[in-house]
T-cell receptor, first 112, second 114 residues
């Protein structure tokens, strides 16, 4: 079935460092892909999305490009801030459109 | 416009008791999803409901767990005869439809089973 695989965490970076969190997917066709973020003590919120192959999603300085050749949707940010510390989840819309499937999450900690 | 409201935020139960978790979706949203997050793990899909209908319950344990979304009132996730392994954060999400794929999450209900 459809699934999402994320890089293991935790990831610890210094402020202003470059961030990449890897995400690959297995799916029938080319489903919409998402990155959600979960700040401490809160529910998830949508960070960005790409609805079809070759699309690029972007928000708050984060970017991810839907690459069908490598079945990947890696999250990047050029210069991270302490406020970016959170858990990041890659996700896809299941083929039957009945649910969103999430990866296991990657905890990101940014030190000043 | 209020977001997704879940209550209680924290619930403590002893083994064998029942837990009821409630979720009021965002105004105008008729699709509700329940996910479970075990400590230090990702979110696992449990069930997807529309008003008065269970659309997909492929992630629900076969026993002790049930969910409903009545015509009036919040969606309820019910866990009977809780066990320690049920301790987790239970998140509800809503959406206006399936096509967008964007879910709006509540802050979660954290169940602790003693």
């Amino acid at each position: 079935g459809d699934s999402v695989t994320q890089m293991e965490g935790p990831v610890t970076l210094s402020e202003e460092a470059f961030l990449t969190i890897n995400c690959t997917y297995t799916a029938t066709g080319y489903p919409p892909l998402f990155w959600y973020v979960q700040y401490p003590g809160e529910g998830l919120q949508l960070l960005l999305k790409a609805t079809k192959a070759d699309d690029k999603g972007s928000n708050k300085g984060f970017e991810a490009t839907y690459r069908k050749e490598t079945t990947s949707f890696h999250l990047e940010k050029g210069s991270v801030q302490v406020s970016d510390s959170a858990v990041y989840f890659c996700a896809l819309l299941y083929s039957s459109a009945s649910k969103i499937i999430f990866g296991s999450g990657t905890r990101l900690s940014i030190r000043p | 416009n209020a977001g997704v409201m879940q209550n209680p935020r924290h619930l403590v139960r002893r083994r064998g008791q029942e837990a009821r978790l409630r979720c009021s979706p965002m105004k105008g949203h008729s699709h509700v999803y329940w996910y479970r997050q075990l400590p230090e793990e990702g979110l696992k899909f449990m069930v997807y409901l529309q008003k008065e209908n269970i659309i997909d319950e492929s992630g629900m344990p076969k026993e002790r767990f049930s969910a409903e979304f009545p015509k009036e009132g919040p969606s309820i996730l019910r866990i009977q005869q809780v066990v320690r392994g049920d301790s987790a954060a239970y998140f509800c999400a809503s959406s206006p439809g399936v096509d967008t794929g964007e879910l709006f999450f509540g802050e979660g209900s954290r169940l602790t089973v003693l």
